[in-house]
């Protein structure tokens, strides 16, 4: 879509498609959508049903009464957050080249997005402080299950098994593997017994890793956290689950805003400093069912620091 100065509308609102375009960007480039599905949110409550009894079938002779059992519902609620980014650009950046500028903002807020939802569902960490988002929000990254990288680089393949064995002895069918580049590097260098890479297929630096050890994958720094120089590194390398047990979807997109006058990021006035502000807004909601059955997290032997 070619970007055009026109696309500041009134209330220094730009037009909905670039708003639109960011939170696609964000999805593309992100972890947890590439192995999940989004659902709808809404603004209020969003009640997640659970399953704690299952109703049973059973064989009766002819003539006898039909048995009855119990099929029991619980509830999660989502919680529900709003992800901003916000910067300044010089008004003689913006007026040298404002299609240029206006893209090069659309796809750094995007992959900002796409950082900001992996560390929330995965971690529960706010992208620019490292802090915790939310008491009351959990993560992916809550599951007690763990497989510890063997010092064996050859044994990678058995310590991703190990981790699906830990999903699977809660009779849960794992689906799904999020990759951290540094397991990555580890996967390219791992041989067989005959010296036969295990993954010839896997390159360093790939954002997909196709299927690993018949698991979807996706791959992403932000598995481990060190999304950022200064960002602290969970020691987690990769983690195998059941992806669709994180609920999670899009409340609404706010379109992006041009802000010409006062003071919001902090910096000082802006006509003062010559300076416009762009602020994009997305309202989005998670929670990770069964977290400590459904997923197992890889992780280094100990965590460091980013």
Sequence with gaps: ??????????HNLLDKKISNKIWD????????????????????????PTVE???????INEGAPKRASELRFG???????????MTEVSLETVLANPVETLRIIQNSFGTALAN???????????????????????????TTQSVVLDEDVNRVKK?????????????????GIALDPALIARMVEAENQLGQELYPNLNIGARQAGVVNGLRSAVGDTV??????????????????????VRWGKTTTIPMRKVEYGDP????????????????????????????RAFASITAAAPTEG
């Design 1 to 10: 879509m070619p970007l055009q100065t026109s696309h500041f509308q009134e």
């Design 25 to 48: 960007i964000a999805v593309e480039n992100s972890v947890v959508p590439s192995l999940t599905t989004q659902e709808p949110v809404i603004i209020g409550d969003n009640v997640v």
């Design 53 to 59: 009894s299952r109703p049973r079938a059973s064989m």
């Design 75 to 85: 509830s999660q609620k989502l919680y529900r957050g709003k992800a901003v980014v």
């Design 116 to 142: 900001q939802i992996d560390l929330a569902i995965i971690h529960n960490r706010d992208a620019l402080t490292g802090g915790q988002i939310s008491q009351d929000a959990n993560c992916v990254g809550d």
């Design 159 to 175: 310590d991703i098994n190990a981790a699906q064995a830990l999903v699977a002895s809660h009779s849960i069918a794992p689906d």
């Design 224 to 245: 481990s956290g060190r999304v950022y120089e200064d960002s602290d590194d969970t020691g987690v390398r990769g983690i195998v689950g059941r992806w669709d047990a």
């Design 265 to 292: 990021t902090g910096n000082g006035d802006l006509q003062a400093r010559n300076h416009v502000a762009f602020i994009s807004e997305i309202i989005f909601g998670w929670r990770v069912l069964d977290v400590d």
